[in-house]
């Protein structure tokens, strides 16, 4: 029996190690970081932010993983606080790293319309154009607040052409896994101090990401014919900060390496036809499956629990 058992281990092993015969497959990831200084800048003060992002740009450096910080600067203008709030963008670009334009509030494109829209993203450029200019970079991308590209394809079409003629690149989305919604749940057990509930997060996280890293590489052989170079939408929150580190282990052990966004959008995948409009902003595996009139499925559940706790804690916010 126990020679058995051990052959039929042995079988398992060699099976899974032949589907990946030359290591894990050489996958490419962009990391993205929405809604800097910080999603609950409003909570928070200016010391807390600049805590919260030295850690996490500090493990981004330490592993050298590039990333782009997307900035809602209306969150910089606090009383008495500016400078404070200021500096943590300083700190994401003294580190080396690059900031886009989130709009100025956060506006969403489906909902204020394409002029308030348009306003919203001018009125985020002044002080990104001063902060990237004292670091010898130009602001060159944009990240749409809720992934709301345009409910009609006249609004997305004009958004697009209004962003090209300012000089912007849209930033896409093909990974998400939500933390947005865990950040705030996070953030009330460690005011607590629960321990137990932090770490039952964390560890739901990490395998939700799991498992929509999973899903995204399939849908997007189904979509693009191959796996693309993806780019993951993470935000400045305290679960980053305290856990990126293990989000990338997760990452490298699907044989991920990290790229910059700017070679992320070389993938041709990011020129192909894409007719999406819709009320509810989405990935953009999710546009060229549904302009390909093949709406995905199968999708990993977001774990109900998390989602009902986050719903008592705050108002949705992306
Ligand atoms: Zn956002």
Same mark, same amino acid.
């Given at each position: 029996m126990k020679l058995i058992a051990?052959?039929? +281990? &042995?079988?398992? %092993? %060699? /099976?899974?190690? /032949? /589907?990946?015969?030359?290591? @894990?497959?050489?996958?490419?990831?962009? +990391? !993205? %970081?929405? $809604?800097? @200084? &910080?999603?609950? &800048?409003d909570r928070m003060s200016g010391a807390a932010i600049d805590e919260m992002t /030295?850690?996490?740009?500090? !493990?981004?450096?330490?592993?050298?993983?590039? &990333?782009?910080?997307f900035v809602n600067a209306s969150k910089l203008f606090k009383w008495g606080e500016v400078d404070e709030r200021i500096r943590a963008l300083q700190i994401w670009l003294d580190n080396g790293f690059e900031l886009g334009n989130h709009t100025y509030s956060h506006a969403s494109l489906n909902r204020v319309g394409i002029k308030a829209w348009e306003d919203d993203v001018i009125q985020g450029e @002044?002080?990104?154009?001063?902060?990237?200019? =004292?670091?010898h970079m130009k602001l060159r991308y944009l990240r749409h607040p809720y992934l709301d590209t345009g409910k009609d394809l006249q609004t997305r079409r004009e958004a697009e052409a209004f962003l090209s003629a300012r000089g912007y690149t849209v930033a896409p989305v093909t990974l998400d896994a939500w933390d947005w919604m865990y950040a705030p749940v996070y953030d009330d057990a460690k005011k607590r101090g629960d321990m137990a509930l932090q770490q039952k997060l964390v560890s739901s996280y990490l395998s939700y990401s799991d498992a929509v890293f999973a899903y995204c590489e399939q849908l997007s052989i189904k979509t693009t014919g191959s796996e693309v170079m993806q780019i993951l939408l993470l935000h400045g929150n305290q679960l980053e900060a305290d856990h990126i580190? =293990?989000?990338l $282990?997760?990452?490298?052990?699907?044989?991920?390496?990290?790229?910059t966004l700017k070679d992320a959008l070389n993938d041709p995948a990011y020129g192909m036809p894409d007719t999406y409009v819709g009320e509810e902003g989405t990935g953009w595996l999710d546009h060229w499956a549904i302009t390909q009139g093949k709406p995905p499925q199968?999708?990993?559940v977001f774990p109900q629990w998390v989602a009902d706790r986050a719903q008592h804690l705050q108002p949705h916010s992306q």
């Open positions: 051990l052959l039929a +281990i &042995a079988l398992l %092993v %060699v /099976s899974a190690a /032949s /589907s990946w015969a030359a290591g @894990p497959p050489d996958r490419q990831v962009a +990391i !993205t %970081v929405d $809604d800097l @200084p &910080a999603g609950a &800048a /030295s850690k996490l740009v500090g !493990t981004l450096r330490e592993r050298r993983v590039p &990333a782009v910080g @002044p002080i990104l154009n001063q902060l990237l200019a =004292e670091h580190g =293990e989000l $282990d997760v990452l490298r052990k699907r044989g991920y390496r990290f790229i199968g999708a990993p």
